[in-house]
């Protein structure tokens, strides 16, 4: 349970990390957070000769709400996200995700990004890069490239990261005005591994459901968003049976069993907690188009 | 013929420096010592208990600049960018920290081994939460394994410790 021995480099900037990267190349591996990381180096379940340590890199840990994104650099905290105003009010679906996130102590140390540049399908936060439509911002020593989420996942921890690349940040892209956003998985005890989890973001638009869109963990290898819009459009979310993308969703996952649970169980927990998660994402944008058109006074 | 595997003998050994319980500690130890390691083998302060090694248990958990973290997953090289506590800096034998003198009072345990990464979270849990109810008090220690106590005296430990806490900060304004 002690990693294997490897030479550590603590670059000071982006430009020397990626110029260390791009020397060692696939003997290389970025540590940030190091709370997936260090366990599969305890374990040996693998031994990179070189570890690239970021956490004295100047400048990736930041977070920069805009009119339409959340951006947080390579840095960034699980908590430190968790714990920002200003990011919730802007998309409470990365707190309503990050709470999940194993417990509050990893998330002390973890990192977002990090999170999502290991792919783990287990992993929270890579669905709401998905559900979010984000983008992954990839540096190495011959120029940035911005990577869509669509083209950034190819398999259970993999990605289309070179070798050679850094990951500097990612942007979150809010939702639409109104929309409402859930999240919730379900685990053997808290904060453990979800046996299944649901990101849902609805928005319902002059009395009727206008969008719908999921994104799991856990049962999908790669994490991508269903729209299940054509399940409940044009009707008015009281008399919504949120039950009805449920074929949809069957369609859209396969689940793996284990020792935790069997596949049948995850695509039935998959299902419920999609059915879950949009009631409730409904139930807030309604609230919010209630707010919004308060606080517009009374309709011209 | 095969690589030779680095052992300790060919290993490239670092000057480390980190401030625990505020004195800076020097030691030679490789890139590949995680936190936890160095401090019980080479600063010979074994407060901090090892159990899984993968983040699942919490006993080895010490406070990085106030902040609980996994001591066996951060290396000790990283480490000397903050400053560490240990268990052994929140209070001695003779004028415990709230934390131990609730544990005591509570029972809050049996053979000893979680203790010390019970002891530093709920340290810094009370610091940003002084006044938890029974609920929130478990869900604080929800990353912390302990195979004797059942967590029924640790949760009483914890609201113990609040208002030890409180009556401590009481007697000294």
């Keep these: ?300 | 013929m095969t690589e030779p595997i680095a052992d300790s003998a060919t290993e490239e050994l670092l000057d480390l420096t980190v401030v625990v319980n505020g004195v800076p500690r020097h030691a030679k130890a490789p890139a590949r010592r995680l936190l936890s390691d160095f401090l019980r083998h080479d600063l010979r302060l074994t407060g901090t208990h090892v159990g899984c090694e993968h983040g699942v248990c919490g006993a080895c958990t010490v406070l990085v600049d106030g902040q609980p973290m996994r001591s066996c997953l951060m290396f000790a090289v990283t480490a000397q960018a903050h400053e560490v506590t240990t268990v052994e800096g929140l209070g001695a034998i003779d004028s415990m920290g709230p934390v131990q003198q609730a544990f005591i009072e509570c029972h809050g345990l049996q053979c000893g081994f979680c203790t010390p990464g019970f002891l530093t979270t709920i340290t810094a849990y009370l610091e940003d939460h002084p006044h938890p109810t029974a609920d929130e008090a478990r869900e604080a220690i929800s990353g912390n394994l302990c195979r004797c106590t059942g967590y029924q005296n640790i949760v009483k430990s914890v609201l113990r410790a609040a208002e030890l806490r409180a009556e401590r900060a009481g007697t000294t304004t």
């Design chain 1, 1 to 300: 349970m002690k990693p294997a021995p490897f030479v550590h480099h603590a670059p000071r900037s982006v430009a020397e990390a990626v110029g260390v990267l791009a020397q060692v190349g696939p003997e290389g591996k970025v540590l940030a957070g190091g709370q997936s990381l260090i366990p599969i180096l305890n374990m040996r379940l693998a031994s990179p000769a070189h570890l690239v340590d970021i956490n004295q890199v100047a400048g990736l840990a930041d977070v920069v709400v805009t009119g339409t994104e959340v951006r947080i650099g390579a840095l960034v905290r699980h908590a430190q996200l968790e714990h920002h105003d200003e990011a919730y009010a802007a998309l409470p679906l990365l707190r309503q995700a990050l709470v999940n996130v194993a417990h509050p102590v990893i998330r002390n140390r973890g990192t977002t990004v990090g999170s999502i540049a290991h792919a783990d399908a287990a992993g929270e936060m890579p669905a709401v890069l998905a559900l979010t439509e984000g983008v992954v911002e990839a540096v190495s020593a011959g120029g940035t490239r911005e990577i869509a989420v669509a083209d950034f996942f190819e398999g259970a921890l993999e990605t289309s990261l070179g070798a050679d690349e850094l990951v500097v940040g990612v942007r979150f892209r809010r939702f639409a005005e109104g929309t409402g956003t859930a999240f919730m998985e379900r685990a053997r005890r808290h904060g453990d591994y979800a046996m299944a989890g649901v990101a849902a973001a609805v928005r319902v638009e002059d009395g009727v459901v206008a969008d719908a869109r999921l994104s799991f963990v856990s049962v999908t290898d790669v994490p991508r968003t269903l729209d299940v819009t054509s399940a409940f459009a044009g009707q008015e979310p009281d008399a919504v049976d949120w039950s009805a993308a449920a074929d949809l969703v069957a369609g859209a996952i396969e689940p793996d069993g284990d020792i935790h649970a069997t596949a049948a169980y995850r695509a039935m927990l998959a299902a419920e907690l999609s059915r879950l998660t949009l009631a409730a994402a409904a139930a807030r944008s309604v609230a919010l188009q209630q707010h919004l058109s308060d606080s517009e006074g009374p309709a011209a």
